[in-house]
């Protein structure tokens, strides 16, 4: 039977949230038990420190999610999601019949790990060390951009303090002096297989967590007081808190509190009801802590005018990842647009964007994690960023773009330096992975444009698209192909060469295209008329125009990629096909797939392209094998 306790309503005394924190502890065991699977213990740890923080501390309306002046609180340690789910309950926004039969059930909101289908909670977490980097990037709108005196609360797992990610975040968060953010960490001793790395060397943590800029702040994380003013100090401090609290696993419950072993298990029945009587019992405690002043600034809507792309003349060599730049420059006319680069602006060309917003820019340095959680947080906020490096170096980043896909994120990626072409560098320097990677990513969208006014073009498309997409760019200049007045879609896709007497097709993308365009007038001065294809929208791919093409050419069809033969341009045409083929089982198909399929070294691009079989006269040579 349930124990009422009265309705609390702005900043609760101690004791309430002593009872508070008591049922946090229960409902956290009760939901778990009910749904057979969860982490109770790392829950219970934290109880207090969350039942502070939501009553008095954390700013935040409730009845209004969207609010832009609420504070933000985002669990890192996501597995903890029955002490939040329990949160949710006592401030009314879930039932306790939803907590007890909709918590890790299938088609339920309350899943195992927090996502947000649920509207108070701002990003997916569960992968261990990337809710403080996505809190960098939440925080450093409130500073910089919405100059809203939000703060960004983020529980962490003393566990994931093992992941390097975490500590970029301190050391960005530092650099940029966020103040707004304060991160509390949850240090319970215990991992999953056994004692964490530190266990409870609690001046081993506040040396390294000085040595990355941010204030430490060490406490025993179950004194209701001591955790009270921690929180309150921190609100005033001029760097990014972190908040060492000292707890115990299963804190509450004698039969399990400090104990090995029960690690992401549920307490069976009888043991659930053993500890909820060691915790007092069921209680129905309602209580909401302070909320956003009505005369609290908030943000301004962002200004949305005209943008003029770049312009350029047809045969006029222009890298695409300068067209990059210059588009995004153009288009930072927006309020809303953000850019961030990993140290490599000049190389990507989001420098132009730097000179001409300086205030929208962020420098993440090399730190590839944080450069695409930063985006993440910004992404919350409602802004649109734009977030570039080396292609080959977003590999680095792959869990926390898989992560942000989970969080419905809307992030923009641009890969500059992709393929062989880029020439001498070497294999260390070439993407060849990356569009197999970003085709793989769950809604994603994947664009390689081959000229610099499809560049621009797509850029300012990317502005609006829902979901991660991606931009790869190559590094050498190459002829215009398209005028100013040529549209562009997601989705699409260019015919640059037909007749009625094409006899095979060649796609390309990129540099690829170009080799296509040189290797179809090879083989017109053998009397061989191919159709081109520039396939500059990878995912989702133009199926009806390569269909056509397989149709007009009697399914004679050359891909060539500047990619590794998995995953890219040549597996995106081979779905579409082999799909049509389901439906048109008579469809002919004769396809040569050509693409990097052996480890390059250093040399020129055009060395590289043509070792690798992707060169003008390979292509040609193909065609004309498929033509025997």
């Given amino acids: 039977m349930a124990t009422p306790v009265s309705e609390a309503v702005g900043v609760a005394d101690l004791e309430t949230v002593r009872e508070l924190a008591q049922q946090l502890r229960v409902d956290s065991v009760r939901c778990s038990t009910s749904a057979g699977s969860g982490h109770p213990t790392s829950s219970m740890s934290a109880a207090d420190l969350m039942a502070v923080l939501i009553t008095r501390h954390l700013r935040y309306d409730w009845d209004n999610p969207d609010d832009p002046a609420n504070d933000h609180l985002i669990f890192s340690k996501g597995h903890a999601s029955p002490l939040l789910y329990s949160m949710y309950k006592a401030v009314g926004v879930v039932t306790d019949e939803e907590l007890m039969t909709g918590y890790r059930r299938f088609g339920q909101r309350l899943q195992g790990h927090p996502t947000p289908v649920l509207p108070w909670v701002d990003v997916a977490t569960g992968s261990l060390g990337q809710g403080l980097p996505d809190a960098v990037g939440v925080a450093l709108a409130g500073k910089y951009l919405d100059k809203v005196p939000y703060r960004v609360w983020v529980l962490c797992g003393d566990s994931e303090m093992a992941e390097g990610s975490m500590w970029e975040a301190l050391d960005k968060a530092s650099f940029y002096g966020l103040s707004n953010l304060i991160a509390i960490v949850d240090v319970n001793r215990l991992g999953q297989r056994g004692p964490t790395e530190l266990g409870w060397d609690m001046d081993a943590y506040a040396r390294r967590v000085e040595a990355f ?37 299963g804190e509450g419950f004698s039969e399990i509190a400090d104990a090995e072993g029960w690690h992401g298990k549920p307490l069976p ?86 000179k001409a917003h300086p205030d929208r820019f962020f420098e993440v340095f090399i730190a590839e994690q944080q450069l695409v959680a930063a985006a993440v947080g910004l992404s919350v906020r409602g802004y ?11 590999t680095r980043a792959y869990d926390f773009i898989r992560m942000a896909a989970i969080s419905e994120a809307n992030i923009r990626l641009s890969g500059s330096h992709a393929g062989v072409e880029i020439g001498a560098d070497g294999p260390s320097q070439m993407a060849l992975e990356d569009l197999a990677m970003m085709r793989a990513v769950g809604g994603s969208t994947v664009l390689y444009p081959s000229d610099a006014t499809s560049t621009a073009k797509l850029v300012q498309i990317m502005a609006d698209l829902d979901g991660i997409s991606y931009l790869r760019t190559t590094r050498g200049a190459y002829p215009v192909l398209y005028g100013p007045d040529e549209q562009f879609a997601v989705g699409g896709s260019k015919v640059l060469r037909s007749s009625d007497a094409d006899a095979v097709t060649l796609v390309g993308a990129g540099v690829t295209l170009h080799n296509c365009l040189e290797a179809a007038e090879l083989l017109a001065e053998s009397g061989i008329a191919a159709r081109v294809i520039d396939l500059y929208s990878v995912k989702p791919v133009d199926a009806g125009t390569l269909v056509a093409a397989v149709r007009a050419t009697e399914g004679r069809i050359v891909v060539a990629e ?53 060169s003008a006269r390979h292509i040609a040579a193909a065609a004309r094998e498929l033509l025997q």
Avoid: C, W
């Avoid at 792309?309 to 006029?316: A, I, R």
């Avoid at 649109?384 to 977003?394: D, E, I, M, R």
């Avoid at 049509?580 to 004769?590: G, I, K, T, V």
């Fill in 213 to 249: 800029g941010a204030r430490a702040v060490i406490i025993d994380g179950h004194d209701l007081k001591a955790i009270d003013q921690a929180f309150a100090e921190a609100e005033d401090d001029s760097r990014p808190t972190v908040i060492l609290a000292r707890t115990r696993k």
């Fill in 269 to 354: 029945e009888d043991m659930a009801a053993r500890a909820v009587a060691e915790l007092g019992g069921e209680r129905n405690l309602r209580v909401r802590g302070p909320v956003p002043p009505p005369d609290m600034p908030r943000p301004a809507p962002p200004l949305r005018p005209e943008i003029a792309l770049p312009t350029y003349q047809l045969g006029e060599k222009v890298a695409t990842r300068k067209a990059y730049g210059q588009a995004l420059a153009a288009l930072g006319a927006r309020t809303d647009v953000v850019a961030l680069d990993a140290e490599v602006s000049n190389s990507t060309f989001s420098e132009d964007f730097t």
């Fill in 384 to 394: 649109v960023p734009f977030a570039s490096t080396f292609a080959a170096f977003l």
């Fill in 562 to 614: 500047d990619h590794y033969a998995e995953g890219g341009l040549g597996s995106a045409v081979q779905e579409a096909l082999v799909a049509a083929l389901r439906d048109e089982p008579s469809l002919p198909l004769r396809l040569q797939h050509l693409a990097v399929r052996s480890l390059p070294g250093s040399g020129s691009s055009a060395e590289l392209l043509d070792a690798a079989g992707i």
